[in-house]
């Protein structure tokens, strides 16, 4: 029994390591909805809904984060219409939006600290200009006539 768990873990390893490089690379984001660097939070934020895949919503999500001085709640609300419209291949649509409308709130409660760390991280951002240090000139001397 022994051997036999034992071969089988080696073919399963040998397995993977024999997999192409495109299909590792989409079983490394498998979980691209939930705030990074939380992977945990990640995991238990739904990827979908009863035949419905957010994982794209929410990918392109991101990358609205990222266009420069773009407004928050224009991205939120193209991430709301994005899983209403992918909620329609759900079995259970209003379930789905439920789910849906509930991981839109969360957006706007928590995702005000993600949204500014994407906009400094952005490929397209430039830092504001520095300004030379005003000039500032001694305080007049006022005579009295003494």
């Not at 420069?68 to 991205?75: A, E, K, L, Q």
Request: proline share 11%.
């Amino acid at each position: 029994m022994k051997i036999k768990f034992l071969v089988l873990w080696l073919v399963t390893g040998a397995a993977l390591s024999i997999v192409e490089p495109s299909v590792v690379q989409a079983q490394c984001n498998r979980y691209p909805c939930g705030p990074d660097g939380a992977p945990l939070l990640q995991m238990l934020t739904p990827q979908g809904f009863m035949g419905a895949d957010f994982r794209g919503s929410c990918s392109q999500h991101d990358q609205c984060y990222q266009i420069p001085g773009i407004n928050r709640r224009y991205c939120d609300l193209q991430l709301k219409q994005e899983l209403h419209r992918r909620c329609d291949c759900s079995a259970f649509p209003l379930g789905c939006r439920m789910v849906a409308n509930m991981m839109y709130m969360q957006v706007r409660l928590f995702g005000r600290r993600p949204y500014l760390n994407s906009q400094s991280r952005s490929p397209y951002y430039a830092p504001p200009p520095v300004y030379p240090a005003p000039v500032v000139y001694p305080a007049p001397v006022v005579y009295y006539g003494y």
